[in-house]
Nanobody
Framework: QVQLVESGGGLVQPGGSLRLSCAAS????????TAWYRQAPGKQRELVAA???????NYADSVKGRFTMSRDNAKNTVYLQMNSLKPEDTAVYYC?????????????WGRGIQVTVSS
């Protein structure tokens, strides 16, 4: 069974930075797409960044130029570097993987990690 665990969240002041990590564990044959989502209180979950089939990364307009998604294939880990954080970035952040395992292809979610931007 594939499991995703996020880390790196917390409380940061406006203008600060955080780096989120999402590590996948279990028997994984391949990871074919990855994404970060977030959900603020009272709002729907929204896409923050996602890899495309061509290997590029798409970002939400609200985070372009401030957030950078990267991936370490050897560690089955993706990262989200968040700079110039704003109070409106406060949310629970979730990673999402599409992966192949012995049980077939599946879409997996982490449990989420809180990011709070406040002075």
């Amino acid at each position: 069974q594939v499991q995703l665990v996020e880390s790196g969240g917390g409380l940061v002041q406006p203008g600060g930075s955080l780096r989120l990590s999402c590590a996948a564990s279990g028997m994984i044959f391949s990871i074919y797409n990855t994404a970060w989502y977030r959900q603020a209180p009272g709002k729907q979950r929204e896409l923050v960044a996602a890899t495309t089939s061509g290997g590029s990364i798409n970002y939400a307009d609200s985070v372009k130029g401030r957030f950078t998604m990267s991936r370490d294939n050897a560690k089955n880990t993706v990262y989200l570097q968040m700079n110039s954080l704003k109070p409106e970035d406060t949310a629970v952040y979730y990673c999402n993987f599409g992966a192949r395992s012995p049980s077939g292809s599946g879409n997996y979610w982490g449990r989420g990690i809180q990011v709070t931007v406040s002075s």
